[in-house]
């Protein structure tokens, strides 16, 4: 059974400008998208900053971002690591704090081979129960699972069922799909491929774009998955403006920008992440006017 259906929102972690995490903020962000139809929470992804969270900071946001959902959506913990031991402890401990299931990126730096990626991902899936899917962005990584490997995985591993593909490579994931013979639940790593991924077999997204759109980008994957294939396609190009000013600096620094200018307060960023450029600002904003949300 998939872990959810629809749009799964890569939640930012929200920081105070002395660059702690802001809870109160966060369980706002929180209610905000369990209010607006979105259908599941992932927290401490890439969006999340996750690679700048200690270890500490990284399980206690997820730990509240459990308590706080309190069972009404599914949560998704990043608990991905370069080091397989420290992924296990994240994931461990992740399954401890009441996750629902887990997106472990694959090996950044390391370069592994695809059967390093294999060993890797079945090492972590073997200790934990939780139902686990694999995150494939080489653009961050360096690093590409390729479909075979996915597949394998997802055969031979029973807690492994599925993947955030955001190769953005269409002729990697139609082969994916081509092979899948089912056994892999694939969601779109990106929000301006969520209805071309969808029309692949895929089952939602795990979405930038939801934070600041959760009806919107709920509505994308529903019409799909309710045969509205014509209305999804749509919203999906309504959206497109608003998909590429949100990826025009390095994601999560538009985002954050985009609710702070909603009100929403968060936007503060860790280094090496830094502010947005001032034309960038303006970019967004624009694209936000256009679309609605501000």
């Known amino acids: 059974m998939s872990i959810f259906k629809g749009s799964g929102v890569a939640v930012v972690t929200p920081m105070k400008s002395t660059g702690e995490v802001d809870y109160e903020q966060f369980a706002k962000l929180l209610e905000f998208q369990i209010a607006n139809k979105t259908d599941a929470i992932i927290v401490c992804g890439t969006t999340g900053e996750s690679s700048t969270l200690s270890h500490e900071e990284h399980l206690e946001v997820i730990r509240y971002c459990v308590e706080v959902v309190a069972g009404r959506i599914p949560v998704v913990a990043g608990t991905g690591s370069n080091c397989t031991e420290t992924a296990v402890y994240l994931s461990q401990e992740a399954e401890k704090s009441g996750a629902d299931g887990l997106l472990l990126v694959s090996p950044y730096y390391n370069k592994a081979t695809q059967n390093g990626l294999y060993a890797h991902f079945k090492t972590v899936a073997d200790s934990v129960k939780l139902p686990i899917l694999l995150y494939n962005v080489p653009s961050r990584t360096s690093c590409n699972i390729l ?48 209805v071309p991924i969808m029309s692949l077999g895929g089952i939602g997204v795990i979405s930038v774009l939801a934070n600041v759109a959760p009806v919107q980008t709920h509505e994308i994957c529903r019409k799909y998955l309710d045969g509205d294939v014509v209305e999804s396609r749509r919203l999906q190009l309504e959206a497109m403006e608003l998909c590429n000013a949100l990826f025009c600096e390095v994601n999560p620094i538009p985002v954050k920008k985009a609710l702070a200018l909603m009100g929403m307060g968060g936007g503060a960023l860790r280094m090496p992440l830094s502010e947005m450029e001032p034309a960038n600002v303006q970019r967004l904003e624009k694209a936000m006017k256009a679309y609605g949300i501000l």
């Open 147 to 194: 479909p075979e490997t996915i597949v394998r995985l997802c055969s031979d591993v029973e807690n492994i069922v599925g993947v955030k593909e955001a190769s953005g490579n269409i002729g990697q994931i139609a082969h994916l799909a081509a092979i899948a013979n089912g056994k892999v639940d694939i969601y779109s790593g990106n929000d301006d491929q969520i």
